[in-house]
C-alpha cells in the first residue's frame, strides 16, 4: 500500500495570501515549500482511493477512471472544495464518495451532486471492505462531523488517517492502541499553544498523540505557515519516529 500526500496544509495554505512572513515568501519562489490542502491518495494494487478532496486541480491530476472511489474526513470546504466542478464532468459510471452522514454536507454538493455518488455514507467503528482494503472509521474532534479511519490492506499493511482533530476521543484512541497502526497521518496544525484550539493539535498535543499510540512512524499534517516557522528552529528536536510530511511525499506502508 502506497500513501502520496497530494496536500498537508490548513485551510490558508502555504503561503497564506497577503502574508510576508519567511516561510510564505520562500514559498511564493520555491514550489517544493508549498501546501495545499490536506489530502491523499493511496495505490494498492486493486485499486487507487482519495482521502479528502481539497485541492483545485483534483480533475486535471486524476483523469477520468483513474480513481475508484474517494472517502471524505467530514464537509468542511477545504477537505471537498475539488469535487464542486468535478460533478459536472463525464464519466461512464458514478465515482463512489464515501463519509459521514453529514445531512448539511457543504453548500449544495450533496443535492446536485453530478457524477459523484454519496448515497454510501460511514458509521464510527462500523468496518468496510472495499476490494482489497479494509476501513474503520474512528470519531474525532472538530467543529464538523469528522472521521479519521483505520485502514488495512489484505496484505496487513495499517494505516491510521487523523484529519481533522484536537486531541482524540478515547475509544478512537483506545481503538489504536490495541490495533497499532504502521503508519499514522495526524492534524499538527500549530506550533506549541497555551491554549488547546477546539479543532487542531498543536505539535505538544500531537506527540502526545504519538507517544500513546505508539506507532511504527508518525506523519504530521495540515501544517500552518506559524507550525513550519518554529519548526525551522525546533524541527531536529523530534523523535525520530516523527516526520513533517511534505506535498508529493510518497511512503510505502507495512
Not at 463525464?90 to 445531512?103: A, R
Amino acid at each position: 500500500m502506497d500513501l502520496e500526500f497530494l496536500g498537508t496544509g490548513n485551510c490558508a495554505g502555504v503561503p497564506v495570501y497577503g502574508c510576508e512572513c519567511e516561510i510564505c515568501s520562500e514559498a511564493r519562489v520555491n514550489p517544493k515549500l508549498r501546501r495545499l490542502s490536506t489530502c491523499a491518495k493511496i495505490a494498492t494494487i486493486e485499486q487507487t482511493i482519495l482521502i479528502d478532496a481539497g485541492i483545485t486541480e483534483l480533475g486535471d491530476r486524476f483523469p477520468r477512471s483513474s480513481i475508484d472511489r474517494i472517502i471524505l474526513s467530514h464537509y468542511h470546504i477545504d477537505h471537498v472544495y475539488g469535487l464542486f466542478p468535478m460533478r459536472w464532468g463525464h464519466c461512464e459510471h458514478q465515482l463512489p464518495v464515501h463519509g459521514p452522514d453529514d445531512k448539511n454536507g457543504c453548500d449544495d454538493l450533496l443535492k446536485h451532486h453530478g457524477i459523484l455518488d454519496f448515497s454510501d455514507t460511514l458509521a464510527p467503528f462500523v468496518r468496510r471492505k472495499f476490494a482489497d482494503i479494509e476501513i474503520t472509521p474512528l470519531p474525532l474532534n472538530h467543529s464538523k462531523l469528522t472521521l479519521g479511519y483505520a485502514i488495512s490492506s489484505d496484505n496487513g499493511c495499517r494505516l491510521a488517517w487523523l484529519a481533522d482533530t484536537s486531541g482524540l476521543p478515547d475509544h478512537s484512541a483506545d481503538f489504536l492502541k490495541e490495533w497499532q497502526p504502521h503508519v499514522m497521518v495526524i492534524d499538527c496544525s500549530f506550533p506549541p499553544l497555551d491554549c488547546p484550539h477546539p479543532n487542531h493539535n498543536d505539535i505538544r498535543t500531537a506527540i502526545e498523540i504519538h507517544e500513546k499510540i505508539h506507532p511504527g512512524k508518525t506523519y504530521f499534517t495540515h501544517i500552518d505557515h506559524e507550525l513550519d516557522q518554529w519548526l525551522k528552529l525546533h524541527g531536529n528536536d523530534l523523535p525520530e519516529t516523527i516526520t513533517i510530511a511534505r506535498d508529493n511525499l510518497t511512503i510505502k506502508i507495512g
